[in-house]
């Protein structure tokens, strides 16, 4: 059974760090592009930030600069370190594993960024 199952997430102050981690399991890990989307309250759902399996990166312009992906295949976890966040950060935070026609998500983590 797959599970992707994500942590990390909390209130934060603007300005504020968080990092997420998503650990999967039932998969090989390693063979996965992995990507962070995120939900806010009435938005779609949209791409935060991928990596694929040879560890090339890719950010929505929004997060430029403030956020950063990464893997480790040994722990089966992708990562997703978060700075200076912003009140338009706050969304539901969803880590999903693709591999040819596979798709995979977790049940998501909330970040809150406010005062």
């Known amino acids: 059974q797959v599970q992707l199952v994500e942590s990390g997430g909390g209130l934060v102050q603007p300005g504020g760090s968080l990092r997420l981690s998503c650990a999967a399991s039932g998969i090989i890990f390693s063979v996965y592009a992995m990507g962070w989307y995120r939900q806010a309250p009435g938005k779609q759902r949209e791409l935060v930030a991928s990596i694929t399996t040879g560890v090339s990166t890719n950010y929505a312009d929004s997060v430029k600069g403030r956020f950063t992906i990464s893997r480790d295949n040994a722990k089966n976890t992708v990562y997703l370190q978060m700075n200076s966040l912003k009140p338009e950060d706050t969304a539901v935070y969803y880590c999903?594993?693709?591999?040819?026609?596979?798709?995979?998500w977790g049940q998501g983590t909330q970040v809150t960024v406010s005062s």
């Open positions: 999903k594993a693709r591999f040819n026609r596979a798709r995979h």
